[in-house]
């Protein structure tokens, strides 16, 4: 294997990805890169690629064809090093039922690899992080849906990945809860590479530092919340206008 | 690297036994397993009036045809449903070491439920002769049958999200594997197909070992048919190839 001597310092190099499903083409030779500590807001209709592209960016899903390089590795031939250094919240947030949150925590911490002295503090950061003090004890089963989404995004950070992908966090929240699970995400980001996808536009301007929109799975669109609202007149005008 | 490999297995294994006992699923099976069981036990002894437990072992395999399936039928369709199969494949861990461990989860459960089915020969032997051999050969074939219907099992559970398919489908699979080989399948089967069906059959090699004959031939065929069928299922794991 070459060793990637890269002098950019993008996180996540996404070159001509392309997606078939059959003869579905779903993504059509997508490329784009994302800095490091940048947050990337991912919109676009529904159907239009956003999850499948981040399928693929977290190896669950095999590319067509094209490439996708973590940190300067290849995502095909260094899978496992990749998935290590990326945290993923799928869009039906993937929790076992039957267990209870601390459980399932301390399941994702012991199979991310965090040492044994490593996991207790770690737990009690994440739960504080992501405010699960109230339900540490309860069965996930029980747990409302923005509760569910804050475990979904405790598994996600567990590992300190450098990357986030999160596949529509904020849907089907209430508005306080879309503000908290913003701030969380603004918190966490500081420090981090992230990519989020969603519907709601304001979230967009509010958290992102550069947006992309896609539309039958090309890029129609891209720039800072300001370069979009200033070119269209608003975000929403600029979301219209390029995926009609 | 190697301790690693194993370690990530064992944390995943543990999580796998575990979800056994915190879902109704594990006093369902042990307890249908130990009813039925001592039951089709103990009403032929009376009757026999004899201390050995070969009607028992013949009627194990069609027990566990049933058991097995319903143990595995959820290990991947559950995972798929509820889309925690999108966590557990974004882990930085290899699609064997995930098979590996769903598949010793469900052997070791169906362990601890052999083992308190022990009562049965214990008292056989407190209220008669027990002839010891054909016994331990007796437990030790139903491991390795067990074993090998929850691979076949949980290959099938791999290939879709419907755990109902695959508890049906599951079954039929199993039922083929075990049937192939019985006697009166043999005797409708051309004559050179016969040995060759007598071999693949899981259902011939399990009564060798349940007579006492722990010939390394039916140990081997066992390891082998559990192999592929977690080959098979590392496979469709690795294509994402499920419906």
């Known amino acids: ?244 | 690297m190697k301790k690693e490999y194993s370690k990530i297995i064992y944390i995943l294994f543990k999580k796998e036994l575990m979800s056994y006992f915190n879902s109704p699923i594990a006093y369902v099976f042990i307890g249908v397993f130990l009813v039925v069981g001592n039951w089709l036990f103990f009403n032929s002894f009376f009757i026999i009036g004899q201390a050995s437990m070969r009607g028992y072992f013949s009627l194990l395999p069609w027990m566990f045809l049933f058991l097995a399936p319903a143990l595995t039928m959820r290990l991947w369709a559950e995972e798929k449903k509820s889309g925690t199969i999108e966590f557990l494949l974004t882990l930085p861990l290899t699609d064997w070491q995930v098979v590996l461990a769903k598949f010793l989860g469900a052997l070791v459960f169906l362990f601890f439920s052999l083992l308190l089915s022990l009562t049965i020969p214990f008292s056989a032997a407190w209220l008669g002769n027990l002839d010891l051999g054909p016994v331990i050969g007796g437990y030790l074939g139903a491991l390795f049958l067990g074993g090998s219907y929850l691979a076949l099992g949980l290959f099938i559970s791999s290939l879709t999200k419907n755990q109902i398919i695959a508890f049906i489908l599951g079954l039929a699979a199993c039922f083929i594997a075990f049937i192939v080989g019985a006697d009166f399948v043999l005797a409708g089967a051309p004559a050179a197909l016969a040995p060759v069906m007598r071999f693949l059959g899981l259902g011939s090699h399990f009564n060798n070992i349940a007579k006492g004959i722990i010939d390394t031939k039916d140990v081997i065929y066992y390891l082998s048919f559990m192999f592929l069928f977690l080959w098979l299922n590392v496979r469709v794991m690795e294509k994402r190839s499920w419906k």
């Open chain 1, 1 to 244: 294997m070459n060793p990637v001597v890269h002098t950019y310092n993008s996180m996540i190099e996404i070159k001509n990805l392309t997606k078939k499903f059959g003869q579905n083409l779903v993504l059509d030779n997508l490329s784009f890169s994302v800095a490091k500590g940048e947050i990337l807001g991912f919109l676009g209709p529904n159907g239009a690629g956003k999850t499948t592209t981040m399928k693929i960016i977290t190896s669950f899903w095999p590319a067509t064809s094209g490439s996708i390089l973590i940190d300067g590795l290849d995502t095909a031939a260094n899978s496992l090093a990749a998935k290590g250094q990326i945290g993923y919240l799928p869009e039906t947030v993937p929790l076992y039922e039957d267990m209870k949150v601390s459980e399932y925590l301390r399941f994702v911490a012991e199979i991310r690899g965090l040492t044994k002295d490593k996991i207790k503090p770690r737990l009690k950061e994440v739960r504080t992080i992501c405010g699960l003090v109230k339900v540490w004890h309860r069965p996930i089963d029980e747990l409302s849906k923005g509760f569910r989404q804050r475990v979904g995004l405790a598994q996600a950070i567990m590992h300190q990945p450098n990357i986030l992908i999160l596949d529509e966090p904020t849907t089907g929240l209430d508005p306080n809860q879309i503000v908290e699970i913003r701030d969380l995400i603004k918190t966490i980001g500081r420090e981090k590479t992230v990519i989020f996808s969603t519907h709601i536009l304001s979230e967009v301007s509010a958290t992102c530092d550069r947006v992309i929109i896609i539309n039958n799975g090309r890029i129609v669109g891209q720039g800072t919340p300001g370069e979009l609202e200033k070119n269209y007149g608003s975000l929403e005008q600029a979301f219209r206008e390029l995926t009609k």
